[in-house]
């Protein structure tokens, strides 16, 4: 295989840009991530790819519960934000703040709208967990349009 245009092919996929939160122990985590897809109507399924390793794919795992926070288009100091581990203080991530609702994973407050689920299943993705999760509620703060990976310059694949 050409391994050049397997990268480029690859990074032709869309993608959003999500802050994808969950509970680790008592606490709570958050990582920017983009593999984030539905794959069910009913029941309303989405899957995500989480790194294996990670404190946020260990919490999920454990805790069987993460929420996808959709970001708005230009919120690029949010996005990058969580691509590094985070600390929380309160209801606080830095100067983000966040509240929890049914499953008590962080909900951003500057989220264009946002998604919780419980794990469903969880496979071997490689270097990456794939988890997928029942959506169980869900809310918007604002209308707008989401953010795209592709306005960062920024890629995750390849
Ligand atoms: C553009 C971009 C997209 C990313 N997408 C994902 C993703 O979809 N899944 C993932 O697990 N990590 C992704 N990451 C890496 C996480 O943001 C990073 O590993 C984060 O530090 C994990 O946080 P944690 O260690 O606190 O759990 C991405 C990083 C970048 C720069």
């Known amino acids: 295989m050409d391994e050049q245009a397997k990268k480029t092919a690859l990074r032709g996929i869309s993608y959003g840009l999500y802050v994808i939160g969950t509970k680790v122990g008592d606490d709570v985590n958050a990582f920017t991530g983009n593999w984030v897809t539905q794959t069910s109507f009913a029941p309303p399924l989405v899957a995500i790819g989480a790194k294996k390793g990670t404190t946020s794919t260990d919490g999920i795992h454990d805790s069987g519960v993460f929420s996808v926070n959709v970001l708005e288009t230009g919120q690029k ?3 990058f934000s969580f691509f590094k581990p985070v600390s929380r203080v ?3 991530f830095g100067d983000v703040e966040f509240y929890t609702q049914a499953t008590g994973s962080p909900i951003l407050k500057d989220a264009l709208s946002w998604f919780e689920c419980k794990v469903v299943h969880e496979y071997d993705g490689g270097d990456h ?3 997928v999760g029942e959506v169980v509620d869900a809310g ?3 209308e707008g349009s989401p953010m795209t990976l592709s306005e960062t310059g920024l890629f995750y694949g390849g």
Request: charged share 25%.
């Open 140 to 142: 918007v703060h604002r």
């Open 77 to 79: 100091d949010l996005a």
């Open 129 to 131: 967990v794939i988890f």
């Open 90 to 92: 309160g209801n606080k």
